[in-house]
T-cell receptor, first 117, second 114 residues
Framework: GAVVSQHPSWVICKSGTSVKIECRSL??????MFWYRQFPKQSLMLMAT?????????EQGVEKDKFLINHASLTLSTLTVTSAHPEDSSFYIC?????????????FGPGTRLTVL | DQQVKQNSPSLSVQEGRISILNCDYT??????FLWYKKYPAEGPTFLIS?????DKNEDGRFTVFLNKSAKHLSLHIVPSQPGDSAVYFC?????????????FGKGTHLIIQP
């Protein structure tokens, strides 16, 4: 149990375009989903926290207008990188926290590699 | 300022021996700690966690020790197996591990040698 998927697993786009990344909890309902990014050989950095049906909470330094997060249902959150630039190239990982037995753990998706040309 | 520190970027251990990965933290509000294992280009996989009310948690070959006064925790893997070779991240949370995002260390690359 507690499987989280991400789509796509990798994406290459031109500078100035927008890219949408989906995060799904497959076998549990995720009341909260988190978005992280990881640069090469660096730690995972929390970008934002999204709760189903409400606006996402962004970490300091993360532009909310650039990284649009939508948590439309208990099993799906999307991250849209708008007007992507090469410096947005990174590994984006989502995690989901469920209810009851899964309360204390966050389960991570496999990540999405974004390359902006 | 890094609130979770893993000072050893890499660690090499012989197969069958004990692997000890260390983690220090500075935020005294952290009350829940987790260890994740990660392969390149994949998401982290949860291994084991510990609440600040405990000083030890064991799950099979994995044991996590917490020393609150020293703000230090460690992950012990015994016996170490080749499949344990990966990057291990220590993570911490202020609200029981679920309600807020995690703060990660930079990771330690564990290499198990045959």
């Amino acid at each position: 149990g507690a499987v989280v998927s991400q789509h796509p697993s990798w994406v290459i786009c031109k500078s100035g375009t927008s890219v949408k990344i989906e995060c799904r909890s497959l076998d549990f309902q995720a009341t909260t989903m988190f978005w992280y990014r990881q640069f090469p050989k660096q730690s995972l950095m929390l970008m934002a926290t999204s709760n189903e049906g409400s606006k996402a909470t962004y970490e300091q330094g993360v532009e909310k207008d650039k990284f649009l997060i939508n948590h439309a249902s208990l099993t799906l959150s999307t991250l849209t990188v708008t007007s992507a630039h090469p410096e947005d190239s990174s590994f984006y990982i989502c995690s989901a926290r469920g209810q009851a037995a899964y309360y204390n753990e966050q389960f991570f998706g496999p990540g999405t590699r974004l390359t902006v040309l | 300022d890094q609130q979770v520190k893993q000072n050893s970027p890499s660690l090499s251990v012989q197969e069958g021996r004990i692997s000890i990965l260390n983690c220090d933290y500075t935020n005294s509000m952290f009350d829940y700690f987790l260890w994740y294992k990660k392969y390149p280009a994949e998401g982290p996989t949860f291994l084991i966690s510990i609440s600040s009310i405990k000083d030890k948690n064991e799950d099979g070959r994995f044991t996590v020790f917490l020393n609150k006064s020293a703000k230090h925790l460690s992950l012990h893997i015994v016996p170490s197996q080749p499949g344990d070779s990966a990057v291990y991240f220590c993570a911490a949370s202020e609200m029981g591990g679920g309600a807020d995002g995690l703060t990660f260390g930079k990771g330690t690359h564990l290499i198990i040698q045959p």
